[in-house]
């Protein structure tokens, strides 16, 4: 179950010196079962202590419209990007604006996406249709990148959102062995 708190129009109190509110980690991921909910607050430049006030204000707010408890860290933006900061790859690529219901990379002027490259060279001709029948459906039926806005950018490489990333990842490693997966920002 994915908690969408991001896509909810909530009414959030929160201050000038809050740059953005992003919901990120497993709890964005369709098909996953988080225990919690990660929330990040980037804020402008303003005192650490006054960082963990505001921060709990959004906490409680927040948690108002969830069932799974909510994690809640905070960050100033000029040390976001620090190499010591681990999480900012996470937030940046998955992470889903609560302020403005899409993606942080927007803000920061990107667009993520996942790219996944595969040969069906070495398949038997029934596991090639299998794969064909994975990506684009059968009789009706979508498939996975109709059902999920992927799109087909050639034969042999498939462009999808980062939340949906297992949803293609499980499926394709069952049938074709041959293939790359890559994270881009453009």
Same mark, same amino acid.
């Given at each position: $179950? $994915?908690?969408? +708190?991001?896509?909810?129009? &909530?009414?959030?109190? *929160? /201050?000038?010196?809050v740059?953005?509110?992003?919901?990120?980690? /497993?709890?964005?991921?369709?098909?996953?079962? !988080?225990?919690?909910i990660?929330?990040?607050v980037?804020?402008?430049?303003?005192p650490?202590?006054?960082? @963990?006030?505001?921060?709990?204000?959004?906490?409680?707010q @927040?948690?108002? %419209?969830?069932? +799974?408890?909510?994690?809640? #860290?905070? *960050?100033?933006?000029?040390?976001?990007?620090?190499?010591?900061n681990?999480?900012?790859?996470?937030?940046?690529?998955?992470?889903? /604006?609560?302020?403005?219901?899409?993606?942080?990379a #927007?803000?920061?002027?990107?667009? !993520?996406?996942?790219?996944?490259?595969?040969? +069906?060279?070495?398949?038997?001709?029934?596991?090639?249709?299998?794969?064909?029948?994975?990506l #684009?459906?059968?009789k009706?039926? *979508?498939?996975?990148l109709?059902?999920?806005?992927?799109? @087909?950018? %050639?034969?042999?490489?498939?462009?999808?959102? !980062?939340?949906?990333?297992?949803?293609?990842?499980? !499926?394709?490693?069952?049938?074709? &062995?041959?293939? #790359?997966?890559?994270?881009?920002?453009?």
């Amino acid at each position: $179950m $994915m908690q969408n +708190l991001w896509l909810k129009k &909530t009414k959030l109190n *929160y /201050s000038k010196d809050v740059f953005d509110i992003v919901q990120f980690g /497993s709890s964005i991921m369709v098909d996953s079962s !988080p225990n919690d909910i990660d929330i990040a607050v980037i804020f402008f430049n303003i005192p650490i202590k006054e960082q @963990l006030i505001q921060s709990q204000l959004i906490k409680e707010q @927040l948690q108002k %419209n969830s069932e +799974l408890l909510i994690h809640i #860290k905070s *960050y100033d933006l000029y040390f976001f990007f620090d190499e010591s900061n681990f999480a900012k790859e996470n937030i940046i690529f998955y992470g889903k /604006s609560v302020i403005a219901n899409d993606y942080f990379a #927007k803000k920061l002027g990107f667009n !993520p996406r996942i790219q996944i490259s595969y040969s +069906l060279k070495n398949l038997k001709k029934k596991d090639k249709i299998r794969f064909h029948y994975l990506l #684009k459906g059968k009789k009706g039926n *979508y498939g996975l990148l109709k059902k999920h806005g992927g799109s @087909l950018i %050639n034969p042999g490489l498939i462009e999808i959102y !980062p939340e949906y990333e297992s949803v293609f990842i499980e !499926p394709i490693k069952k049938l074709a &062995t041959n293939f #790359k997966v890559k994270r881009i920002l453009f």
